[in-house]
């Protein structure tokens, strides 16, 4: 597995890269007006990197208001969806293998930011919370996106109905990725909660993730394995989930996290605070031949850190170096 982080095309968050020792990175692609974005994007974006000696190896989501009706079935998805294929055109193109990609009608949800170790400030979600005060909940309309727009549909939207949208949507793109040697790697819904809002979140459940990556046969159809957001679910085993999915090579990338806590109401902590064997999940990852990008997710903010948390990635970042050399010698002792 390869260490990466989530970066934005400056040279003081691509020397930071460096300094921590990776040599891959993961990228979010920004929003176009044509909606698509063109192969010089995604090029440039190579070339910007690979002038600090990174691989672009991940693009991390394209921008919700691409696919937004095609999840939600409106009348205008057909036209996004040629949008999505050339968009994936374009990245095969330009030579990015794996696309990101949350199957989230309203977005991530988070209720609070709360004090944990030290005072660092982390996220924080309570069911309770999100339910009482729906709205302030879907962290998307926080400060990052002070102009982005509110996507909250006028009527319910059933599981069966996402499900169709899902994979009306994945019959036309992965013909289009496999062709263009592009993998697409499904976010699970986090908070995983199965709705919000009268709208359905279908990706919130071991179950339905497997279901996810049976339901259109295909080798470019699979997960983000996001360890934290898995961990949120309740009875879920996270070691054993890292086997099921990359026993059958269905992890293309995976985020690195832990809570303490599951729904209805759980926090993010340290990696090494939580309630995950972290290192009994690095060992998982190798057991099943996970040779893709593992980034550091989230990281709680410790004192002094910058806008981008720079201190706080750089204690996750040397923490999962740690982990993973650790496995490396107990395998090396056959252990």
Known sequence: ???????????????????????????????????????????????????????LGVIENVAFQSYDQVMLGLPGRDRQIDHFCRTVENMGRAGIP??????????????DYVRIRGGALSRHFDLETALRSPAAAMEWRGSPYPNRPLHVPDRPISSEAMWENLVYFLERVLP????????????????????????????????????LVEI????????????????????????EAIRYFGQRGKIFFAHFRDTRGV????????????????FAAVRAYREV???????????????????????GFAYEVGY?????QAAEFAASLGG
């Not at 176009?32 to 690979?50: I, L, N, P, T």
């Not at 919130?204 to 279901?211: A, E, G, M, Q, W």
């Not at 729904?263 to 972290?278: A, I, N, S, Y």
């Open 263 to 278: 729904v209805p109401q759980f926090t993010e902590v340290f990696m090494d605070e939580g309630d995950t064997d972290m």
């Open 1 to 55: 597995m390869k260490i990466a982080l989530l970066l934005g095309t400056t040279a003081k968050e691509a020397r930071f890269a460096k300094q921590m020792g990776l040599q891959q990175v993961v990228w979010s692609a920004p929003h176009s007006e044509k909606g698509y974005v063109e192969w010089e994007v995604f090029q440039r974006a190579r070339d910007f990197f690979q002038s600090y000696d990174l691989e």
């Open 289 to 311: 031949g996970f040779d893709g990008l593992i980034r550091a997710d989230h990281t709680p903010r410790v004192v002094g850190d910058s806008r981008h948390a720079q201190r």
């Open 320 to 324: 999962m170096r740690g982990l993973i």
């Open 176 to 211: 289009v990725a496999e062709a263009s040697n592009v993998r697409l790697a499904a976010h699970p819904d986090d908070a995983p909660i199965p709705e919000f809002m009268g709208v359905a979140r279908i990706l919130s459940s071991l179950d339905n993730l497997k279901r």
């Open 216 to 239: 259109v046969p295909s080798p470019s159809n699979g997960i983000d394995f996001c360890q934290g957001t898995i961990s949120e679910m309740p009875g879920v085993d996270v070691i």
């Open 98 to 111: 794996v696309l990101g990609y949350h199957w989230m009608a309203l977005g991530g949800l988070t209720t």
